[in-house]
Structure formats: structure tokens, C-alpha cells
């Protein structure tokens, strides 16, 4: 599967329509002022159709990504959690995933995820979402169609 390829879609997608950075989360890169997004992906591999077809294996799987949206404001990072919702739920938006062979399945959760630091409280909010790609696996080598056995 092209992992970066479709992190790239969709960090993009959030980062361009709401002109806010999105980071991996837990990374040791510099924190960016706020409002900003991490993200992780939480479960990568979620296969859920597969066949095999002319040497190819051809599988429906679903990716989960869970964003947290970051600042001192609670009502901007719920806010910016609900657009973050409609970004994926709203009929362009989802075209132009579709087009880069990337699916909205559904929301999973949105709620708070605030926490404490040590002089204040930084507010969080935050939304787990559940897409579905296609991925085409090629297998190396020649397919055997038949099998002779000597008597």
C-alpha cells in the first residue's frame, strides 16, 4: 500500500481547506503555533473485500486516522473538529478524494481529548475517521495453470 501516498491526500485536503499545519503526532519536530492538527494513523490495515485476478490480489481496506486539533481555545478546536468532519462529508469534498482512489467511509468519534500542562490546560478536540483505498498487489514470478504428476 502507498502509505505516503495517501497521508499526502489527506493531510493535504485538511491542511489546504482549513490553512492550518497538520503534523505527525508524538514527532519530535518543533510545535507549531497554534490552532494546528496532529494526526496518527491508527489502524493502517483493515482489509475488507480481497480476490485474486490474473496474478494480482486486489483488496477493499480500510485506513483510520485519528486528528487532534490543538490550541488554547476550546471553542476553536471544536469548531475546527466540525470542519474537519465536513471536510469529508460534504459531496465536493469527497469527489476529490474519490479521485485520488480514496474513500470516506464514516466518523468514528469526536470529542474532547483536552489536557493538562503544567501551568495550564491546552484544549483539545479531536476526530477519528475511517477511509477505505484499493490496493493492487502484482505477484512476482509466473502462475503454474497446471500440475503433471508421474504415475
Not at 481496506?61 to 481555545?73: A, C, I, M, P, Q
Not at 485520488?100 to 464514516?106: H, L, N, S, Y
Request: with cysteine.
Amino acid at each position: 500500500m502507498d502509505y505516503r501516498n495517501i497521508k499526502r491526500v489527506i493531510i493535504g485536503h485538511i491542511r489546504d481547506n482549513t490553512g492550518r499545519p497538520v503534523i505527525l503526532q508524538a514527532s519530535n519536530d518543533e510545535q507549531p503555533a497554534y490552532p494546528f492538527c496532529a494526526y496518527t494513523l491508527t489502524s493502517p490495515y483493515l482489509p475488507k473485500s480481497s480476490a485474486e485476478y490474473n496474478g494480482e490480489l486486489i483488496e477493499d481496506v480500510e485506513v483510520v486516522f485519528s486528528f487532534t486539533w490543538h490550541s488554547n481555545d476550546a471553542t476553536e478546536v471544536q469548531t475546527l473538529s466540525h470542519d474537519t468532519a465536513m471536510l469529508f462529508k460534504l459531496a465536493q469534498h469527497r469527489q476529490t478524494l474519490s479521485d485520488q482512489g480514496i474513500v470516506f467511509v464514516k466518523i468514528e468519534g469526536l470529542q474532547s481529548r483536552d489536557t493538562f500542562l503544567s501551568v495550564d490546560n491546552e484544549r483539545r478536540y479531536g476526530i477519528d475517521i475511517r477511509f477505505r483505498v484499493r490496493n493492487i498487489e502484482t505477484f512476482g514470478g509466473e502462475l503454474i495453470d497446471t500440475v503433471e504428476i508421474p504415475q
